[in-house]
């Protein structure tokens, strides 16, 4: 009898939590319930200042939660969580190092000799089309080669789970269409659990098998899990032009605007205040 796989993301009634300056205590997050299996692409979306990232967080062990358990593999998270690659928002990369030294420096803190190092960062280059820019730094390459370098960057160092925060937030349309297709493209290879947050509804049904919705904040909640059941391998363009994903989109659509308008409303009212 085959063995079932661990869950490799598990929170359980999470509950996340800060104490501001004057003595309050914020609730950011409450009662968060988030299974990803082995293999999953999951996608968050929610309302600015919803807790998205928080749940990222939570998941890389950087935050603990004030109540409710966090599990990777079916084990409490204590501490880092050291099977999982964070790919953030904002480049990470050094800038007095080149390309192919910022992705074989992940090999390197870990003990791979330089040359191993190097070799398997120039493989990594060449599967995200940057073979031949190995030489340079990251203020001679666009913002989309710049990605390319910060995904090669975690994905050498072959963690089971993928975190991503808006990673393609600061691109131009194309490029984060181009950037999309390759993730898919890595993903299919070697599926790992991957925990994708996004404004964008559109780029979270494309991508994902799951989408999770999140209220507007404080006390964010998930509220809503739909499964995504258009077909693989998926082109981020076409996949779009599909009837179903037409359809898709005006269901999550209908629970996701109600949140965001109450998130901008809020917004409004603290500048105001």
Known sequence: ?????????????????????????Y???????????????VAIVGPTGCGKSTLLNVTAGLLKPAAGTARIFDKPLAGLNRDAGYLFQADALFPWKTAIDNVAIGLEIRGTPRSEALARAQQWLTSVGLGAFAGRYPHMLSGGQRKRVA?????????????MDEPFGPLDAQTRQIMGNLLL??????????????????????????????????????IGDWRITLPRPRDIAEIRMEKDFHALHREIWGVLKDEVMKGYVQSTQAGAA
Not at 7 to 24: E, K, P
Not at 202 to 221: F, K, Q, T, Y
Request: proline share 3%.
């Open 151 to 163: 995904l090669a960057q975690v994905l050498i160092r072959d963690p089971k789970i993928l975190l």
């Open 185 to 222: 493209e890595l993903w299919t290879a070697d599926r790992k659990a991957v925990l994708f947050v996004t404004h964008d509804l559109e780029e979270a049904i494309a991508l994902a098998d799951r989408v999770v919705i999140m209220s507007a904040g404080p006390s964010a909640r998930i």
């Open 1 to 25: 009898m085959a063995m079932t796989k661990p869950t490799a993301v598990a929170l359980d009634s999470a509950t996340v939590a800060f104490r501001l300056a004057d003595g309050r205590v």
């Open 27 to 41: 609730t950011a997050v409450e009662q968060a319930n988030l299974a990803v299996d082995h293999g999953e692409f």
